[in-house]
Nanobody, 119 residues
Framework: QVQLVESGGGLVQAGGSLRLSCAASGRTFSSYRMGWFRQAPGKEREFVASIIWSGSNTVYADSVKGRFTISTDNAKNTVYLQMNSLKPEDTAVYYC????????????WGQGTQVTVSS
């Protein structure tokens, strides 16, 4: 059974940084793409960033490009989202998800972690 557990959210001032972690377990993820998504109150969930587990082929939403960095640590089976230069509009619940390469839909999701950026 795949489990994704996010951590690292919190309250930060605009311009600050946070690093989110997603601990993945339940299988070998070498054939998976890992993604971060977010959902702000009253808005639809949106894509933030994704990476192939090997660490290649990163993709970012335009809204976070140059500020956020996604990475993986194979030894710790963890995916990270380093968030710098945070803005109030980054406030949302952030979710980790994964899908097998070749699939279009993300199959597994974490429970989410709240990120709040104050102005």
């Amino acid at each position: 059974q795949v489990q994704l557990v996010e951590s690292g959210g919190g309250l930060v001032q605009a311009g600050g940084s946070l690093r989110l972690s997603c601990a993945a377990s339940g299988r070998t993820f070498s054939s998976y793409r890992m993604g971060w998504f977010r959902q702000a109150p009253g808005k639809e969930r949106e894509f933030v960033a994704s990476i192939i587990w090997s660490g290649s082929n990163t993709v970012y939403a335009d809204s976070v490009k140059g500020r956020f960095t996604i990475s993986t640590d194979n030894a710790k089976n963890t995916v990270y989202l380093q968030m710098n230069s945070l803005k109030p509009e980054d406030t949302a619940v952030y979710y980790c998800a994964c899908r097998r390469l070749g699939n279009s839909e993300y199959d597994y999701w974490g429970q989410g972690t709240q990120v709040t950026v104050s102005s």
